[in-house]
């Protein structure tokens, strides 16, 4: 049996280091434990990287990957991005994916192999397309091809041997949003969910690997996504079964007054054991402050205009047994706020999730699976706001 070395010796004789959470406010990447204690922000003296957010943990939990954009307009196709791995005991950054650079901007996805490949998603002719890397950026395989247009929202199978994601337009399938999955080289590609006109968006595997779930929204009646439902296809495609009805999961979350309004897709997280999906539930009548203006064209990724004396009600997380059907209700405010951006601990009995109220940047707050214990872990940079938590 060879002997442990020096490495292995010291980590073993370090106490556990508590349950932390990463999240990003106002460009910024934030750390907390998760009673909320030792805050602090990252910071690196890299020129002209005017935002940071994590993106994902190696299975180590001590070292993540971090990506950096410059000061451009990302959904114009004209920023470039940064990817890096920062550990968090030595504060260390380090640059990856350099090497055969094939677009200006990357968005990493999960980690493939224990940490050794990385799936890509460089925009290549006002495309994003999908790739496996090695983390310094050779051996690129391509797993989605020219044409097929825009694709994002990955997700990993359990084995490590599949992928999920959502794609849009292209010129070879010119449909709407869809989900699709395939193999990491490319095969066995199938949609699991594309009718005409509908949008579908997100991905994440059950823990057996058998289902996938994902978001259904009418653009026609909703053109600013602001409402989903939940469905489960299954991952060999053939059949679906809808979570949830009316339309009441608050998909385009948006937050804050002019001077610190946010947002972005908010997603449903699956239990790391599988029996629990995450339901953020919409108030019966619930309108937000910041309505969509379809009247107009697009012009910043936003285009909505800030009405807080037309807000009213709110949402609350709930939980949907995956065996059953049932929704739990695990959060009860009163007066209402918005609930939003759920995320499990690794060992299932937590969730951190994010909280406003009407015209206020959201907090990052923790609670237990059944809703007790709700405590305010931070309120983000100078309390501007905290969100896109991720279990470290």
Known sequence: MPLPTRRALLAAALPPAPPRILFSSRGRTGVVNAAGTGLRFLEFDVPNQVSWQPVSVFPDRRR????????RETWKGTARSRIWIHDLVTGSL??????????????????????????VLPVIDGEQRLYSMNLDGTGAQAITKPGEGFTYGVSLSPDGQQVAFHCTGG???PRGYRVEACHLDGGNRRVLAGDEGELYFGTSWTPDGNWVLYQHC????????????LYLARAGGGSKRALTTGMRQWFATSYGDPKTRGGGSNMPRISPDGRWITY?????????????QPQRPDTDHFNRDYQPENARGGTEICLIDTKSGAIRQITDDDPPVWNFRTAWSPDG???????????????LWVMDKTGG???LITKGWNDEGADHPLWV
């Open 280 to 292: 953020t539930r919409a108030l019966p009548g619930s309108r937000t402050a910041w309505p969509f």
């Open 64 to 71: 993540v990957i971090l990506m950096s954009v410059e000061n």
């Open 218 to 229: 009418h653009p026609a009646t909703d053109p600013g996504h602001d409402w989903s439902d």
């Open 373 to 375: 214990k709700r405590r």
């Open 349 to 363: 009995r937590s969730i951190a999730f994010c909280r406003a109220a009407v015209g206020e940047a959201p907090a």
């Open 171 to 173: 010129k070879s399938k």
């Open 94 to 119: 380090s640059p990856i994916l350099e090497q055969d650079r094939l677009a200006p901007f990357y968005a990493p996805g999960p980690l493939l192999g224990g940490g050794n490949r990385l799936l």
